[in-house]
């Protein structure tokens, strides 16, 4: 136990040094009095995320059969077995925009009914990522991230004759603001952390031969607050140090390992190219993000709808999308299953080191509501039948996981972001074609 007796550090503490800022986790000493006593009193942080699965489901793979909270995990939700208290499980949710590859995504967050009709109109609705950080992000640096692990295209058709606007992002400022996903490790930890370089080759390389990282910056105000707090403190402000500067050297070597000539603009480029290593390097960005409280909203689209990416390295070669149009053959069907539970493996990595993070009298994914799955269910038919959706996290005390509900009246997925938004104390009477709230709370669908 730490018992702090002396002055509380700030909540928002910051270290400057040379263009760099960096936030600092919640420690016990942030707490005026008895680090125990205020941390029980401290209303914990609530945190959303969306966590976007492209070209929908093996659906045979997916499909639980019990209800309630005795339900057998199909092969695709396996992986997910050490979360199953923190899961709740909703099946039966309609999408409200059913246009190929552009609705799914389109639709996700928005519960829109239909977007543009043509590669140039680009049309949609705020989303509820968005809802959410004009309110929670008035308490935060950043008001929202939005990233991906594909660069965003803006331009031409890539679906149904539909803007490829659609297929490459899921969250919407406005009817007319379709937000970028960003893609680009280093973009995100100088969105975080700041930072004045350049994609310029000679800026790039000066960049390279001084070797300054953000803690090489802030190094002497860091060691202030070392003595300024308590052993247990001194343990934690170590170790997110350490997380820091583990993933600054994992985007140098990134960058190190590309020597191809870059466009100029304002952050120089450092995504891996291998996919495991891209996506855990954007996954411990987000932990930093929420960890220093610096944004409370995060939307991640694991791959833009219509992905090809292969997956050769679990026995997939065949590109990921065309396999999803299957056309119901077991086989491949079966095979995209492999995609399917090989990326709820990789998200229940993610999920363990939320839990392993400490926050406040709990952790990381005991504050957070984690909104996973994906805009359609058979690809096949871009089916929006009976999507495939979880919820997980604690959600603040505010969500009981451990159950599966299925519904039996159809009720659009927009009547799930309703009520999500009240699990943030933000109400709101409809999101694009809801008709009500669904009932989450209760031992079991309607």
Same mark, same amino acid.
């Given at each position: 136990m730490s018992i702090i007796t002396g002055r509380a550090l700030p909540r928002r503490t910051v270290l400057r040094g040379l263009g760099t800022t960096l936030a600092l986790p919640l420690l016990d000493s942030m707490f005026p009095a008895l680090s125990v006593v205020g941390r029980a009193a401290a209303n914990p942080v609530h945190r959303f995320q969306t966590f976007y699965m492209p070209n929908g489901m093996a659906m045979p793979y997916w499909d639980v059969k019990d209800e309630g909270s005795n339900f057998e995990l199909?092969?695709?939700?396996?992986?997910?077995?050490?979360?199953?208290?923190?899961?709740?499980?909703?099946?039966?949710?309609?999408?409200?925009?059913?246009?190929?590859?552009?609705?799914?995504?389109g639709s996700f967050l928005t519960g829109i009914t239909r977007g543009g009709r043509? &590669?140039?109109?680009?049309?949609?609705?705020?989303?509820?990522?968005?809802?959410?950080? =004009?309110?929670?992000?008035?308490?935060?640096?950043?008001?929202?991230l939005e990233l991906s692990l594909d660069a965003t295209q803006n331009a031409g058709a890539c679906t149904a004759n539909l803007s490829c606007v659609y297929t490459?992002?899921?969250?919407?400022?406005?009817?007319?603001?379709?937000?970028?996903? &960003?893609?680009?490790? %280093?973009?995100?930890?100088?969105?975080?952390?700041?930072?004045?370089?350049s994609t310029a080759r000679a800026a %790039?390389?000066? *960049?390279?031969?001084?070797?300054?990282?953000?803690?090489?910056?802030?190094?002497? *105000?860091?060691?202030?607050?070392? %003595? &300024?707090?308590?052993?247990?403190?001194?343990?934690?402000?170590?170790?997110?140090?350490?997380?820091?500067?583990?993933v600054e050297r994992r985007i140098q070597m990134a960058e190190a390992q590309s020597d191809l000539e870059l466009p100029i603009m304002d952050q120089p480029q450092g995504a891996p190219q291998v996919f495991e290593d891209h996506l855990a390097l954007m996954l411990d960005l987000q932990i930093l993000a929420f960890r220093t409280d610096l944004t409370r909203v995060i939307t991640f689209m694991l791959s833009k709808e219509q992905s090809a990416r292969p997956y050769p390295q679990i026995g997939v070669p065949e590109a990921h999308h065309p396999l999803s149009h299957h056309n119901n053959d077991p086989e491949k069907? &079966?095979?995209?299953?492999?995609?399917?539970?090989?990326?709820?493996?990789?998200?229940?990595?993610?999920?363990?080191?939320? =839990?392993?993070?400490?926050?406040?009298?709990?952790?990381? !994914?005991?504050?957070?509501?984690?909104?996973?799955?994906?805009?359609?269910?058979?690809?096949?038919?871009?089916?929006g039948a009976n999507l495939p959706v979880l919820l997980l996290g604690g959600g603040a005390g505010r969500l009981k996981g451990g159950r599966h509900l299925r519904y039996s009246d159809r009720p659009w997925m927009a009547n799930l972001l309703v009520t999500l938004m009240d699990k943030f104390d933000l =109400?709101?009477?409809?999101?694009? =074609?809801?008709?009500? *709230?669904?009932?989450?709370?209760? !031992?079991?669908?309607?």
């Open positions: 199909s092969p695709i939700l396996e992986p997910l077995a050490p979360f199953r208290n923190q899961m709740l499980m909703l099946s039966g949710l309609y999408a409200t925009w059913v246009i190929a590859h552009a609705g799914a995504a043509n &590669e140039t109109e680009i049309l949609a609705d705020v989303s509820v990522d968005q809802l959410l950080a =004009r309110e929670l992000g008035k308490q935060t640096q950043l008001a929202s490459h992002t899921i969250s919407w400022r406005g009817p007319k603001q379709p937000l970028p996903m &960003e893609y680009n490790p %280093r973009a995100v930890f100088e969105r975080l952390f700041g930072d004045s370089g %790039r390389d000066a *960049r390279m031969q001084q070797r300054k990282s953000i803690l090489d910056a802030v190094t002497e *105000r860091l060691a202030d607050v070392r %003595r &300024e707090v308590g052993q247990q403190d001194q343990l934690k402000v170590d170790e997110y140090a350490e997380s820091v500067r583990d069907v &079966e095979k995209l299953s492999k995609i399917n539970r090989y990326h709820t493996g990789l998200f229940a990595k993610y999920l363990e080191k939320l =839990r392993a993070t400490p926050d406040g009298d709990g952790s990381l !994914l005991d504050h957070m509501t984690i909104l996973f799955g994906a805009g359609i269910s058979n690809s096949t038919s871009h089916s =109400r709101v009477d409809k999101i694009g =074609r809801s008709t009500g *709230r669904l009932p989450i709370d209760t !031992l079991s669908g309607v």
